[in-house]
């Protein structure tokens, strides 16, 4: 069992899109995924009940015993989390269940400050298991052809974690697809949203396998 969390403490980071998104993307690669909603606000896990035939198995966990409950569902092969904003605690206990950290970030100074209490907790952990602990930057909700979309990747790599190298877009099909609980790889297979969030799940493979 992989797990893969997407973390990031401050709001609007595009944290949900991504774990939903990816969830779906291991699922169409022929993995058995469960997806973890640890936000109490359960915004998952509404993407999930929008859609009676909902593909995707989603369920909540949002108490600090993550690591611990997760146990509970060690026959799937690959387990996303989505973390919750603003809840240290929720955060510690993800990161502890976790192969992998994925934290999204807005091509904004504001966002590349904020992220730095989460670095500091995934490093702890890194140095805690002697490096097994993996953990990278997705930059998020991007602006196309713009300055600081391409200034971010350097600013990111100065906290000391990799980037990786899909990003994911600011696109109306990501919002529009959520609203009726399904994602850009099922209503728009052939669009550039799902053709970079199908590359960012071959990337976030190639780290944990």
Do not use: C
């Amino acid at each position: 069992m992989k797990v893969v969390s997407v973390l990031n403490q401050k709001g609007g980071s595009g944290k949900t899109t991504i774990a939903t998104h990816l969830s779906r993307a291991f699922q169409l690669a022929g993995h058995d995924v469960l997806l973890i909603d640890s936000d109490p606000q359960g915004s998952a896990r509404d993407w999930a009940a929008v859609r009676d035939e909902q593909p995707v198995p989603v369920v909540g966990i949002d108490r600090p015993t993550i690591e611990r409950d997760i146990k509970a569902v060690s026959h799937k092969n690959l387990i996303v989390i989505d973390g919750a904003p603003q809840a240290a605690d929720l955060a510690v206990s993800a990161i502890k269940a976790s192969d992998l950290i994925l934290i999204p970030v807005q091509p904004s100074p504001y966002d590349i400050w904020a992220a730095s209490d989460l670095v500091d907790l995934v490093k702890q952990r890194i140095e805690m298991t002697d490096g097994r602990l993996k953990a990278a930057f997705v930059v998020s909700r991007a602006i196309k052809n713009t300055k600081i979309g391409a200034e971010i990747k350097e600013a990111l790599e100065g906290y000391g974690l990799p980037v990786m190298e899909a990003r994911i877009t600011q696109s109306v099909a990501y919002p529009s697809t959520a609203a009726a609980g399904t994602t850009v790889l099922d209503a728009e297979p052939n669009s550039n949203a799902a053709q970079e969030i199908r590359a960012l799940a071959i990337e976030v493979l190639q780290l944990i396998e």
